[in-house]
């Protein structure tokens, strides 16, 4: 969505009453948002429970932000398991990004585990659904700046410098994303760059003109930040650099200003404007390798972060299935699946977005 003035309202079929009935006094503010992200956003106080460390679980990354998990708690061990109610079966239909952030939230804990002296060994079991079981044993307090980095990660989906990313920092990257089973392609080249954006855009177009996928990406947006906070999920509309507007405009707007073009405009400057983009393969197309994408990735983002590089999505290549095999081809990996398209670069930061509460997720 492209930035909204009184005018680009008004031109949404907004009439100047309707405007004046929401007029200064009504419109959203932010201050009780703000509040929320720095209650929810800080590392461990000292001697944390277990609570403690499923609530920086949750600050990773994950699809749509639907926060697609619950956790176990037992003495010695967390056990994170699927929340199949918060599939998103448009865009994920086999839940392929679902299992990608039960692996995230899995390398957050294990980070937090490791900064308060709990080493943690990672299985994922394979019943009727996949989990992942973490047992936790004392060792030495290991606090680095994937640690420090965690209330501060973000997806950043906005337009970045254009400048490129030194040859040290994209091998501190690449360090941070190794992970058996999964392999790290990075593309720096502006012709490789804008073969990927050929794909991003095909997938994006098909994505765009499909209107289950719309439908359900409005479900999960929350133009308010009084929704946002309410539902604790979901892709805030500040957290992609739009504007925030009360809910009852919203849907409106969002119907009026997500077009293919526009869309595919934003994705051509925010490749344009990226240092590089990391394409993550794993080894085997199933969960328990998705998880494992999911922690490589993001350690890479953690790292990013603690670099002061951004990252954000760019999946459509991957999640089209009439564009992924092609995708996968000039990849040179034809027959495999690719898992995640990331683009990096420097940027401001954008609002950080909400989790729901601890107690939420715990079962
Ligand atoms: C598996 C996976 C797929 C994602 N796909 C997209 C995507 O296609 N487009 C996008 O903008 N963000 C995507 N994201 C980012 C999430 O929307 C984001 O992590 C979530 O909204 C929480 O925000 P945060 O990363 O800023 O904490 C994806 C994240 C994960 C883990």
């Known amino acids: 969505m492209a930035f909204m003035t009184r005018r680009t309202l008004i031109g949404a079929g907004l009439s100047v009453a309707a405007l004046g009935a929401v007029g200064y006094g009504l419109w959203p503010r932010m201050d009780g948002y703000r509040e929320e992200v720095e209650r929810q956003r800080r590392l461990l106080g000292n001697d944390p429970d277990l609570k403690e460390l499923v609530r920086m679980a949750t600050l990773a990354a994950n699809g749509h932000n639907t926060q697609p998990w619950k956790f176990r708690l037992a003495e010695d061990s967390v056990t994170i398991l699927p929340d199949l109610t918060r599939r998103t079966e448009i865009v994920d239909p086999d839940d392929h990004h679902l299992f990608v952030s039960l692996g995230c939230a899995a390398e957050n804990l294990v980070i937090a585990a490791a900064a308060q002296g709990r080493a943690a060994d990672i299985a994922i079991g394979t019943g009727a659904e996949a989990q992942i079981e973490i047992a936790l044993s004392p060792s030495a307090a290991a606090q680095g700046p994937l640690y420090e980095a965690i209330p501060f990660r973000q997806s950043t989906r906005s337009v970045y410098d254009g ?5 040290e920092d994209l091998r501190l990257l690449e360090n941070a994303a190794r992970e058996d089973g999964v392999n790290l392609m990075l593309f720096t080249e502006r012709s490789d760059l804008d ?28 133009f308010s930040p009084f929704r946002a906070v309410e539902t604790g999920d979901g892709l805030f509309a500040a957290c992609s650099g739009n504007p925030v507007v009360p809910d009852f405009i919203g849907s409106r707007l969002f119907r009026s200003f997500f077009t ?39 350690r890479f983002s953690l790292q990013a972060t603690a670099l002061g590089i951004r990252n954000a999505h760019l999946n459509m290549p991957v999640e089209v299935l009439s564009v992924r095999p092609a995708f996968a081809d000039w990849l040179g990996i034809p027959g495999a699946r690719p898992n995640l ?4 670069g420097r940027a401001p930061a954008l609002p950080m977005s909400l989790r729901r509460p601890v107690e939420a997720v715990l079962v």
Request: net charge negative.
């Open 195 to 222: 073969a990927i954006l050929d794909f991003v855009i095909a997938g994006n177009s098909a994505q765009v003109d499909d209107p289950a996928f719309v439908q359900e990406l409005e479900d999960w947006i929350r």
């Open 341 to 344: 398209v990331i683009r990096f």
């Open 163 to 167: 400048q490129s990313v030194s040859t």
């Open 260 to 298: 293919k073009d526009a869309e595919n405009e934003k994705y051509r400057s925010h490749v344009d404007s990226s240092a590089g983009i990391a394409v993550f393969v794993g080894d085997r197309d199933d969960p328990a390798h998705w998880i494992r994408v999911g922690r490589s990735f993001e």
